[in-house]
């Protein structure tokens, strides 16, 4: 789609991982950490998980989850990722002693269900939480938990697959 960006060898094509993590280590405690991290999938794929080559960008820390105001703490990193997609930034190459325009492109997220939801603006919860379905979601309402269940989510499959 972007032909002009793929050609260029230098430009860094990136992932984003949210999720939230208790840094206490205790089920008890109401405080949470949202860590968002930046991976850069040029590299191989048994080096771009390593731990050296995923950057933290932010830590969202709290009593509670960011939940829908997490636009408000990735604010800053949008500004800084619509720059390096749109004009780029002057970086040095010391390898080969001569500078260049390095620019980036956000291609993918990483996240479980609560934190896309967050991220993308959909609602996760209530009757209709399946982005895919929407509308068609099948759901049971039970009676003494007052929670919704989810069923048949897994009619997409062939018969008799072993999921």
């Given amino acids: 789609m972007y032909l002009d960006f793929g050609k260029e060898a230098t430009n860094l094509r990136l992932g984003l991982a949210i999720d939230g993590m208790n840094p206490y280590d205790s089920l008890s405690t109401q405080h949470g950490s949202w860590p968002l991290l930046l991976v850069i999938y040029n590299l191989p794929p048994w080096l771009c998980m390593k731990r050296k080559y995923v950057m933290l960008s932010m830590m969202i820390s709290g009593p509670r989850q960011p939940g829908n105001d997490v636009d408000v703490y990735l604010n800053p990193l949008i500004e800084d990722l619509t720059k390096l997609w749109d004009e780029g930034v002057l ?15 956000l291609f993918c ?29 099948n759901y049971i309402q039970l009676k003494h938990g007052r929670k919704t269940v989810y069923t048949t989510h897994r009619r997409f499959l062939k018969p008799h697959h072993p999921y």
């Fill in 109 to 137: 997220t990483i996240n479980d269900f609560l934190p896309c939801g967050n991220l993308s603006g959909y609602n996760v919860k209530g009757h209709r939480a399946c982005p895919i379905c929407e509308e068609d979601t």
């Fill in 91 to 105: 970086v040095f190459d010391w390898f080969q002693n001569e500078t260049f325009h390095l620019r980036a492109m």
